[in-house]
């Protein structure tokens, strides 16, 4: 009698630890279902959340457009006074960029973060961005995308792609970083094998600056290093700390030859499907987690480049006079005017 009494508690116990559980949100670290329905969920946190925004991002946890996405998942959960569930899936869970895109669009995930050289493969205007020292600091260039270059650049991915610009998130300068060697001028630099993004615009520019591009993922970008696949990478500064590729490269070559924006992206057909007033929070919110990370990365680029140097033992290069590298990418400006749009060059005063 003991044993079964005994037995029947445990049960209990068991069954009561089950039904606490199911009412979690999902945590960051989990990986849901990549089909997951991009529905209007009652269910969800409880009954409460009307909407469950799953909202994807390649980097870690520690890179500041994921801390502002973090920020966004507040100030909407609050806002909206629990009508949307915001879950953040970082660290690549959902894919690539690409990736994304392509469950956005087949609406099976409702928001991504998105780098605007993949947006240009969709919509040509958003390859201006690709450009190489087309702004000549990140201020600048925050100023024009939330004006109206911003706005025309949305409604042209609405029209072609079916999705939506929630906000906007101006990364600091991209520089090399290579296990090659030290670098100063564009010679040192020559046959260098780097990983970039899959941006025609981009590959032509390392090309002239006597570079091999080798267009890979996000997240196939630390074992390309690792391995040799390729000799360097490039983009922001500080990502060098947060995907730890300090640990597979040894220089940084501060070229800042690109300061390419993020953007969070919705499916626009979700995005509609919400009322209005909560569109106008996840807008109002959108635009500002993007003010966010980007005074985050202002912050933090100095910073990550003492650590790197003091900390991580790095060599940082840098380049005094970028003259050179400016006059060898400038005939792309030509090339692409007509790709990209004389009237979209105008926003820069091209």
Avoid at 100 to 117: G, R, Y
Wanted: aromatic share 8%; proline share 5%.
């Amino acid at each position: 009698m003991k044993k079964f009494t005994a037995l029947m508690l445990a049960l209990v116990l068991a069954m009561g630890l089950v039904a606490c559980g199911g009412g979690s949100s999902t945590p960051a670290a989990s990986t849901p279902a990549a089909s997951a329905p991009a529905a209007s969920t009652p269910a969800a946190a409880g009954g409460e959340a009307e909407f469950i925004i799953k909202l994807a991002n390649p980097s870690n946890p520690e890179d500041n457009v994921v801390k502002a996405f973090y920020r966004f998942e507040e100030l909407v959960e609050e806002r909206s006074n629990g009508r949307i569930d915001v879950q953040v899936y970082d660290s690549g869970q959902l894919g690539s960029h690409a990736d994304c895109i392509d469950s956005m669009q087949m609406h099976s995930l409702q928001a991504a973060e998105c780098n605007t050289s993949v947006l240009g493969n969709l919509v040509p205007a958003f390859s201006v961005f690709d450009l190489p020292y087309l702004t000549a600091s990140m201020d600048d260039e925050i100023k024009i995308v939330n004006g109206e270059l911003g706005a025309e650049l949305n409604q042209r991915l609405e029209d072609t792609a079916g999705l939506h610009i929630v906000g906007w998130f101006v990364r600091s300068p991209r520089s090399i970083y290579t296990s090659k060697g030290p670098a100063s001028c564009l010679a040192d630099l020559k046959g260098t094998k780097i990983r970039i993004m899959e941006s025609a615009l981009m590959s032509k520019t390392m090309e002239l600056l006597g570079m091999v591009p080798v267009p890979l993922a996000a997240t196939e970008r630390y074992m390309a290093l690792q391995t040799g696949t390729v000799d360097a990478a490039e983009n922001s500064v500080p990502l060098i700390i947060t995907q730890a590729e300090y640990e597979v490269t040894d220089y940084v070559v501060l070229s800042q030859h690109f300061c390419t924006p993020n953007v969070m992206l919705m499916d626009l057909d979700f995005y509609n499907s919400l009322p209005e007033d909560l569109r106008t929070i996840v807008d109002e919110c959108g635009a500002e987690a993007g003010a966010y990370s980007s005074q985050l990365d202002k912050e933090s680029e100095q910073e990550a480049l003492d650590q790197l140097a003091n900390e991580y033992n790095m060599t940082i290069c840098e380049i005094a006079d970028k003259t050179e590298f400016m006059d060898a990418v400038a005939p792309l400006y030509e090339e692409y005017r007509d790709t990209i749009g004389a009237d979209i060059y105008a926003y820069f005063g091209r």
